[in-house]
């Protein structure tokens, strides 16, 4: 059955992110030639920047969602830095108004006569790949279920929360489809 929930600012939803930064996390992308941490940071930056852009009208950032970025590597917690730091969830308006830095990133655009010409932007940056330890699969889920049971609690007509987890590996500390099977059937 499907969800019937509106998204809006009275009934706002909200998207996790939970990111693999565990030690193999510095190997290389073979075809980019960067760190699968630097590729997983770049793209967080920008689906945060997408998302804050989706949800401006005007100068305006609308709060439709809630958003989470927990990290689990060395260290399991909130990874947003800057004056978000240490925070499990915040408004996507404050994630659009406090990013920690701004970098000058390269892109290549149409010259209009056939060509590409590289052009120079700001990308919003609100974390930056780390790559240490191993990887503590179970108990980030764990804190993400937990976080968001009271999310939910706080939203009961909301729309339910999204959560996107982005891993290279295996956990090294169960397996987290039998730890999840376990809690559902326990209820």
């Given at each position: 059955?499907?969800?019937t929930a509106?998204i809006?600012?009275?009934?706002?939803?909200?998207f996790?992110f939970?990111?693999?930064?565990?030690g193999?996390?510095?190997?290389?992308?073979?075809?980019v030639?960067?760190?699968?941490?630097?590729g997983?940071?770049?793209a967080?930056?920008?689906l945060?920047?997408?998302?804050?852009?989706r949800?401006a009208?005007?100068?305006?950032?609308?709060?439709?969602?809630?958003?989470?970025?927990?990290?689990?590597?060395?260290?399991?917690?909130?990874v947003?830095?800057?004056p978000l730091a240490?925070?499990?969830l915040?408004s996507?308006s404050?994630i659009?108004?406090?990013?920690a830095?701004?970098?000058?990133?390269?892109?290549k655009?149409?010259?209009?006569?056939?060509?590409?010409?590289?052009?120079?932007?700001?990308l919003?940056?609100?974390?930056?790949?780390?790559?240490?330890g191993?990887?503590p699969m179970c108990?980030?889920l764990?804190r993400?279920?937990?976080?968001?049971?009271g999310?939910?609690?706080a939203?009961?007509?909301?729309?339910p929360?999204?959560v996107?987890?982005i891993t290279d590996?295996?956990?090294?500390?169960?397996d987290?489809s039998?730890d999840?099977?376990?809690?559902?059937?326990a209820?």
């Amino acid at each position: 059955m499907p969800y019937t929930a509106e998204i809006s600012r009275v009934n706002p939803s909200c998207f996790l992110f939970l990111i693999d930064q565990s030690g193999s996390m510095s190997d290389l992308f073979p075809e980019v030639g960067c760190s699968k941490a630097q590729g997983l940071a770049d793209a967080v930056n920008r689906l945060l920047q997408t998302l804050a852009t989706r949800c401006a009208k005007g100068e305006e950032v609308r709060d439709y969602f809630d958003v989470g970025v927990i990290g689990y590597g060395q260290n399991i917690g909130p990874v947003l830095q800057g004056p978000l730091a240490g925070r499990d969830l915040v408004s996507i308006s404050e994630i659009a108004f406090n990013p920690a830095k701004l970098e000058t990133k390269i892109r290549k655009v149409p010259d209009g006569a056939g060509g590409l010409v590289e052009q120079n932007f700001q990308l919003p940056i609100w974390l930056d790949p780390v790559h240490n330890g191993g990887t503590p699969m179970c108990e980030a889920l764990r804190r993400a279920k937990s976080l968001l049971e009271g999310w939910v609690v706080a939203h009961p007509t909301s729309y339910p929360p999204t959560v996107i987890h982005i891993t290279d590996g295996e956990s090294t500390d169960g397996d987290p489809s039998i730890d999840f099977q376990k809690k559902i059937l326990a209820g």
